[in-house]
């Protein structure tokens, strides 16, 4: 009996982190937030590439070096949310 009842248990706690995991996968307060991040970052790249194509057009080296890092920097961000977004659904 204690074996039936352990194994029922293995399968009710499976069951259940399996529900879990799909509704975090689907919470539409998490695919919100993850689009919020998503349109803001869009924007500072944006931003942050007209900075650097003024620096680079001013020829300022320290200017182009900390607007290029920005740069990248949201780009790189970007990539996890978006890849956030993916595994999302």
């Known amino acids: 009996m204690r074996r039936v009842d352990d194994r ?5 706690r499976a069951v259940k ?3 879990q995991d799909e509704w975090r996968r ?3 307060r998490t695919k919100a ?3 919020g991040a998503s ?8 931003s942050y590439q ?6 680079v057009a001013g020829g300022n080296p ?3 070096a900390e ?3 920005a740069l990248e920097a949201r780009k790189e961000w970007l990539a996890v949310i978006e890849r956030s977004a993916r595994d999302l659904g």
Not at 8 to 12: A, F, G, I, P, T
């Open 50 to 55: 007209e900075a650097y194509d003024k620096a």
């Open 62 to 64: 320290k200017k182009i």
């Open 8 to 12: 029922l248990r293995s399968v009710e």
């Open 26 to 28: 689907t919470d539409p």
């Open 39 to 46: 349109s803001q970052l869009h924007s500072a790249i944006a």
């Open 67 to 69: 607007t290029e890092a």
């Open 17 to 19: 982190d399996a529900e």
């Open 33 to 35: 937030r993850v689009e």
